[in-house]
């Protein structure tokens, strides 16, 4: 062991704790990594930036180029609401439809896209036919990772995995199609699992589909009169400082033969107004006391719900995947002046928080329970930065590019397949054309692209150049070879699978896959056997994070419309990762001999 | 001229024309010069990618990242205010105190920050001192632009150039070797500026009446007064039955913007469309009188034939059917005129079956629901094309009577008198005025189904309409509207303390461009009336709401304050009022500073290469929290990355071939025999006038290999003419187009494309003047 290993070694352990501790974004990690690496001189600068230009690095935002387009040009929802409504309404018939669908759609674009387009029309089937969201939204996705498994450019890990089989040592690399028969295999695995096993496993959340039960807001809501000596009298709602000083939000004012008024912060309130109220009950009884405020008794959520029907109405709503408004807190972007509409709760990794909702920072994945007028509601579908759970965005699709985006897709698909150009110039052209035929706009491509992957992925790879000339790649290669070669290399293939699914867990499948496939190639070159079935082993495990929500967003995006907590993950997912870690070590040998 | 060499200048002459055309965007173009170079094998295919990776580029984000911190933090701002508000009012003073700010601002930030931070705060000071903004802002920009060259991160082509070097072998651009010339640039260019530049700067006259009618000066500068009005109304005349402002469709019908409703005691500025119309109101309106005039005078349309028939409809070529849609379809929760129905499938909705009724009128604003069924209209070959579409459901007619439309159709004619004889059916807006749908025109015993919307009506035109005989006349009551003569509204009267007026311009970091305000819903998603927009000199005033907006435009903005304060925090928008600036995280101004001084030393120790040191500034600002990934992410301007990524294999293609050193020798054949510094000359007009249609980077990456050839072939040193291309690529003061700065300041400043070639031109010749005298001092050849 050199010295440099040691430093590799210590560089590869503080960044795996720095994924696993999630403090700080794994991108801004990546970019340490990749700092850290250059000051060290492990690497040098040149080597240190060229994951920017690798090859793949290139190809994986060409995808997400193109897989924005398919979004934009609407071929994705065509191809989604025609499976929906061949499914029917049959449970078990609709999950196999989803699965088949995700994975389908998740061969062609990135899977956190197929997820998001899918999940409005998932949730709203769901409470069609009267099941748990939770019965339908783990399956998607996890079938939408291993559908990625299919083809080349079907996820991040499969791109890399095949770049770096190119760079490191020359191999042979993996052609688009090479990943199909495993890719099928393992997607029937999942799509069998899930209708025979997975689904008594998966929990039975939301009875009925009662976002208000869902979310726990009953006991926060309730109606108080302001009284005649009331100090709020002739105040503005804005001068009323209800939130700031009692965490109290009003919903809506009633006063005597009046229609409803929506609070805007100009309005006076008058005694004798009826306001509905969230707030806590500690709050609400002491701002009762302090301001004049008088609380009924026997108020019930139902009536409220039934008396206000048609003009409010209650929605969930997610942050979009590429969403700009993360990190920031509902005071910040002032959601109700913008949209008009208030927050009631919001529901994060399994919990539902009702309690000082304005100053939480939104987080990836968050669900918000939003009350308010339908058309306002409309125009929050109209946002790219929203994903309203009930019917599909109203975002205006070019649906007359479609044919055109399925056109472009299938040439490059073709140069690709046939090994005409290589696939990140392929994939670059097939970007560019979209550009050009005017199916997205350039500012659409910039942001379909995510970047968060891209620097992720960049800012790593520099740390797979260090392992391999560091000579780290092979001790650790030599090490698993000690540890489990006595039983064959095929024992060392399923080690490396072993090794790949447990990190993968912990930090992103792309920057598992960066780290493990040099590892798995110097061990295949040491046992002197096919690295490429060692590599494909990589590639497949790098899909499996399925014991936690944090594995990967298209996880953490159904969390909270699933209302799943922690560890339902764990208890579906375990399974299916045994189940897939037996099937690979049966069916691998068959496909790419060793 | 070996062939490949012909073939780089081939690709190398399309890009040109591309980027002067303007046809498709400048970083498209890049990649499309990045792949056609792959695919020629003028390059390998690494080295088409290399450019993500180069040195140049990465450091070209990470300063825009670190300047988006300065940004965020608000160390510019503080500085900016500060120094300014202290100018007092003298023209030349604030001039020199302006440019001065900014080019310091603009050595260490991206040139395009600085003008867009600066702007608000320049534009208050115009306000408050009464100078027209248009002698400010023009300096504004260009000291942006010249500030640019006083450092080695001012402005990318400075990094490109000196990352060029370093490939060629050479000794990189240390930071502060820019500074001598760029500081001496600066300050002559402030010089000219303040002595002969100032004079030369338009004041237009609409500036002159700011200083008269101090508080209103927004409402002047776009001519606004002129088409104010008070329309009033006799208490008598309005509509028995309550209703609201927004039922009243006043606004749409009378293609007007209500401002405002004066009733007793109280004026209600930007009222809420729910607001319910009280007897004795009158309203401020911005709009054209004309239409109000012509509504009152004649009689439109008489009602002929009421409760026709509905086989009325179905002729030989048209066909009545019912269409149902699937329950997940994506039309649900738009209404027909978002879903444009009649163009895109070509048939005419005549009613919708709902929840067992029919709703047979104001069919095109209702949101469509699940279960709805449409009564349409259409040619045979249309309703045919539906019936093979799987997105609805097409059954034959079956239940016509069941929709009693025949309540709802009759013929109207067309008076001689009546003012839409000779309109087209757009213009005659017979569907805003009075809800009614023209399904047919009857003229000369002829009856044409389905007319066009271009379609002309005469006089004595029969029209077959959907509708009610009442929608004639339901609106008679705004007939009474009368503009009130004597009582022109004052302009103070727009504004109070919940509502006021304010500009704002879309910002450079906008993705909006190229929208409508109709696509983006601006009306009903910031509840502000958009009453006009300056764009390149120019007032626009009617249907702004289907203009395609631009980076640089202005609009005038009519709302509730706090509705422009959310607007201003958009990074779309950058409002023009320094209240509605997002608040900076000023607690973190200190750590950023530190930061970019920190990366600044160890940049001129040489400690470590310029592009890791950006990075690490990068990280740690985002590490203590001056700002987030996503909002890095946000700040870099991926369209100059792009183009320079895509444009950098040309460069090593135009040294591989040899096409650079071919284009050196004609250049030096040219004029190498005047001595170097006529070369220097050369190069720098060659690069000034390229940057006028080119990008400026693109300018600095393809020039850099021929002046670094034309160095060794005649002998001297290279540095001298590689910082004149990049002094020369960055300095682009002739047109608006030349660099995003100047668009930025055009709508504000109102300013016009000939401006920019009086001002500009000398400045141009000044330094051109001045690198000739001094860059040869400081880098002897």
Known sequence: ????????????????????????????????????????????????????????????????????????SGVADILARFMLRIAGNDYIRILIVIMVTVGVMSSFMNNIGAVAILLPAVVSVARRIKVSPSKLLIPMAFTSLLGGKMTLIGTPPNILAT??????????????????????????????????IGRHLLPDRTPGGDLSQVYQIREYLSEVRVMDDSSLHGKKLSETQLGEE????????????????????????????????????????????????????????????????????????????????????????????????????????????VKQIADIPLEFGDALLIRGARERIDHLRRDPDFLVLEAPPLETRRLDKAPLAVLILLGVLIVVSTRLLHVSTAMLIGAMLMVLLRVLKMDEAYQAIEWKSVFLIAGMLPMGIAMQTSGTALFLAEQIIVLVGDWGPMAVVMGIFLMTALTTEVMSNAAATVLVTPIAIDAARSLGVNPQTFVMAVVIAAATSFLMPIGHQANILVFGPGGYRFFDYTKVGVWLNVLIFIIVAITLPFIWPL | ?????????????????????????????????????????????SEALSGFSNLAVITVWAVFILSGGLFRTGIADIIGRQVLRLTGKNEVRLL???????????????????????????????????????????????????????????TPPNILVSEALREAGLPPFEFFDYTPVGVTLTISGIAFMALVGRHLLPSRDVAKSVREQNGSELVNVFDLQERLFLLSLPPDRMPPEPITLAESRIGSILDINVLGIVRTGETLLAPHPKTPLKPGDKFIVAGRTDRINEFGNRQELLVEESNLAIQTLASAGLEVAELAFPPNSPLLGQNLKQIDFRRRFGVLVLAIWRDGIPVRSNV?????????????????????????????????????????????????????????????????????????????????????????????????DYLLVKGRPENLVSNRWLEALKVDPLRTPSLSALESDDVGLVEALLSPYSQLAGKTLNELHFREKYGLNVLALWREGRIWRGNLRNVGLRIGDSLLLHGPRQMTRVLGRERDFIVLA?????????????????????????????????????????TLMILTGCLTMDEAYGYIEWKAVFLIAGMLPLGIAMERSGAALFLAEAMVELIGGLGPLAVLAGLYILAALASQVMPNPAVAVLLAPIALNTAANIGVSPYPLMMAIALSASAAFLSPVGHSANVLIMGPGGYRFSDYLRVGAPLTLVTLLVTLLFLPIFWPF
Do not use: C
Request: hydrophobic residues 50%.
């Open chain 2, 364 to 460: 095109d604003n209702l949101p469509l629901e699940t279960g709805d069924i449409l009564l349409v209209q259409g040619l045979r070959d249309h309703v045919e094309n539906l019936r093979k579409d799987p997105e609805f459901l097409v059954s034959n007619i079956a239940r016509t009577d069941a929709y009693k439309l025949d309540e709802r159709l009759m013929t109207v004619r067309v008076p001689p008198e009546s003012s839409l004889a000779g309109k087209s059916l757009a213009q005659s807006r017979l569907s805003e005025v009075f809800d009614l749908t023209v399904l047919g025109i009857l003229r000369d015993g002829e009856t044409f189904l389905m007319p066009s919307a271009e379609e002309t009506l005469r006089a004595d």
């Open chain 2, 578 to 618: 320094e209240e509605a600036q997002e608040p900076p995280r000023i607690e973190k101004a200190p750590v950023a500073v530190i930061i970019m001084v920190a990366m600044l030393t160890t940049v001129i120790l040489e400690v470590i290469p310029l592009a890791l040191a950006a990075l690490i500034g990068v």
């Open chain 2, 1 to 45: 001229m070996t062939f490949q060499i012909t073939l780089v200048l081939a690709i190398l002459g399309i890009a040109v024309v591309l980027f002067v055309t303007e046809k498709i965007r400048v970083d498209v173009v890049a990649l499309m010069v990045l792949i056609s170079l792959a695919m020629t094998g003028l390059v390998t295919p």
């Open chain 2, 96 to 154: 020199v105190v302006i440019m001065l700010t900014t080019s310091l601002l603009s050595s260490f930030m991206n040139d395009i920050g600085v003008a867009a931070l600066l702007l608000p705060v320049v534009i208050n000071i115009a306000r408050k001192t009464g100078i027209p903004p248009s002698k400010l802002l023009m300096p504004l920009a260009f000291a942006a632009l010249l500030g640019g060259l006083n450092t080695l991160i001012g």
């Open chain 1, 163 to 196: 770049s770096i089989m190119e760079t490191y040592g020359g191999l042979e690399p993996f052609s688009f199609f090479d990943f199909t028969p495993m890719g099928v295999i393992v997607l029937t695995t999942g799509i069998l699992y899930f209708i025979f």
């Open chain 1, 246 to 353: 009692y965490d109290m939000t009003v919903l809506q004012i009633r006063r005597v033969d009046q229609p409803p008024l929506n609070p805007l912060p100009d309005q006076r309130l008058r005694s004798g107004d009826v306001l509905l109220v969230e707030s806590s009950t500690d709050n609400l009884i002491r701002a009762n006391e302090a301001l004049g405020l008088e609380a009924f008794a026997d108020w019930k959520f139902e009536d409220f719900e039934e008396r206000t029907r048609p003009e409010s109405v209650l929605v969930e709503m997610m942050l979009s995947p590429d969403s700009s408004i993360s990190g920031q807190t509902l005071k910040q972007i002032d959601f109700r002046a913008r949209y008009g509409l208030n927050v009631l709760a919001i529901q994060r990794r399994g919990r539902a928080i």
């Open chain 1, 1 to 72: 062991m050199t010295p440099e290993i040691v430093l590799v070694l210590a560089i590869l352990a503080v960044s795996i704790l720095l994924f696993v501790s999630e403090r700080l974004r794994v991108d801004l990690v990546a970019m340490l990594v990749l700092i850290t690496l250059s000051l060290t001189g492990l690497v040098t600068p040149e080597e240190a930036f060229s994951g920017f230009s690798s090859p793949a690095v290139i190809t994986v935002w060409a995808v997400y180029i193109v897989s924005g387009a398919l979004f934009k």
